[in-house]
């Protein structure tokens, strides 16, 4: 495990099944996996690529839901990334995924709040390619905007409730699982960023759990277009 406490183990655990893109490009089914890994909590899998001509049609075969990720709890089914965050602190209150303090557990979720449903030109122009080489890529007006706001929000983060480890709010939890696909981003396209931001990045890219995601996402043979911004290349390390 790493980071967290141990989930509690048992059946309970073991029906988990978690339904996920492509490991290269899908920056969405990233944050439950990275959280889950870290937390220590066993799940299944089961990755479809995006571009699948049957991916709708066999993801709600298994979740009902038609969109990835979903977390399928028995009877239970859970969409889109930060509610099955929420659901899994619920499911799993020892996990640490909120930080145990008021204050910081509200800031915790402001920020992945933020995330989840802003920086649209981030996402547009630094598509997640995990396969990828890092190579700089220029930024757009509004794309600078976005790294200057979330660096903002990372400092901010470290410096108010950081003291007790590496992560955002000091042990990882679900607000750096919400920011790992940026994480991704900054790296694969050389982003520059604050020493602050620097060392953040670092902290998440040494987790076993990166490391087990990266080598997964590069043993993959999907390419989608759409998310090569080199496009008619495929760049490839």
């Known amino acids: 495990m790493e980071g967290c406490a141990a989930a509690q183990s048992g059946s309970q655990t073991m029906s988990l099944h978690l339904v996920i893109g492509n ?3 899908s920056s969405w089914s990233f944050r439950p996996w990275i959280a889950m890994k870290v937390a220590g909590i066993p799940f299944d899998e089961t990755v479809i690529s995006l571009d699948a001509p049957d991916f709708k049609t066999r993801v709600t075969a ?3 839901c038609g969109r990835v990720p979903v977390l399928i709890d028995g009877d239970v089914c859970v969409w889109e990334s930060l509610a099955i965050l929420e659901y899994l602190v619920e499911k799993f209150p020892t996990a640490g995924l909120w930080p145990q303090d008021i204050a910081a557990r509200a800031h915790a979720r402001a920020a992945a709040s933020e995330m989840h449903a802003g920086f649209v030109s981030l996402r547009r122009h630094l598509a997640m390619n995990v396969m990828r080489p890092v190579k700089f890529r220029a930024l757009d007006a509004g794309t600078a905007k976005d790294v200057a706001r979330i660096d903002a929000i990372w400092n901010e983060c470290r410096a108010r409730y950081g ?3 590496a992560f955002l709010l000091g042990q990882f939890g679900a607000a ?3 920011f790992a696909p940026v994480v991704w981003r900054f790296h694969t396209y050389a982003v520059e960023v604050s020493a602050t931001a ?3 990045m670092r902290a998440v890219m040494a987790l076993p759990a990166w490391n087990e995601w990266r080598d997964a996402a590069r043993r ?5 277009p759409e998310d090569e911004v080199d496009w008619p290349q495929v760049l490839r390390e």
């Open 220 to 224: 993959e043979p999907w390419v989608l």
């Open 176 to 178: 750096d699982a919400m």
């Open 198 to 200: 620097g060392a953040y």
């Open 23 to 25: 490991k290269n490009y």
């Open 163 to 165: 003291a007790d480890g």
């Open 62 to 64: 298994l979740g009902g």
